[in-house]
Nanobody, 113 residues
Framework: VQLQASGGGTVQAGGSLRLSCTAS????????MAWHRQATGKQRELVASISRGGGITNYGDSVKGRFTISRDNAKNTLYLEMKDVQVEDTGVYYCVRPASDSWGRGTLVTVSS
């Protein structure tokens, strides 16, 4: 299982960012996928998850209404559209395959005030 997240960077509060995760080594289209994040000194938390076909999504309370998770099964790619980002969204974002608890290398998102 390989999960490679990208798209992180520094953005001003109120701005937008789009993360991507390319997956390989397993059948992407039959797996629930998720994004988690970890801020310095804090525990990891679920940001969002998405069903195999993309029709069912779930979000952490802190990102509801601002973030959108999506997937392209033809491209084995998971996305996280982040809008109206806040300083509290700063952290390392990880692409996760929950079925095997597989975590990719994260991508750092820094939100400046």
């Amino acid at each position: 299982v390989q999960l490679q997240a990208s798209g992180g960077g520094t953005v001003q509060a109120g701005g937008s960012l789009r993360l991507s995760c390319t997956a390989s080594g397993f059948m992407f289209n039959i797996n629930v996928m998720a994004w988690h994040r970890q801020a310095t000194g804090k525990q990891r938390e679920l940001v969002a998850s998405i069903s195999r076909g993309g029709g069912i999504t779930n979000y952490g309370d802190s990102v509801k209404g601002r973030f959108t998770i999506s997937r392209d099964n033809a491209k084995n790619t998971l996305y996280l559209e982040m809008k109206d980002v806040q300083v509290e969204d700063t952290g390392v974002y990880y692409c996760v395959r929950p079925a095997s608890d597989s975590w990719g290398r994260g991508t750092l998102v820094t939100v400046s005030s």
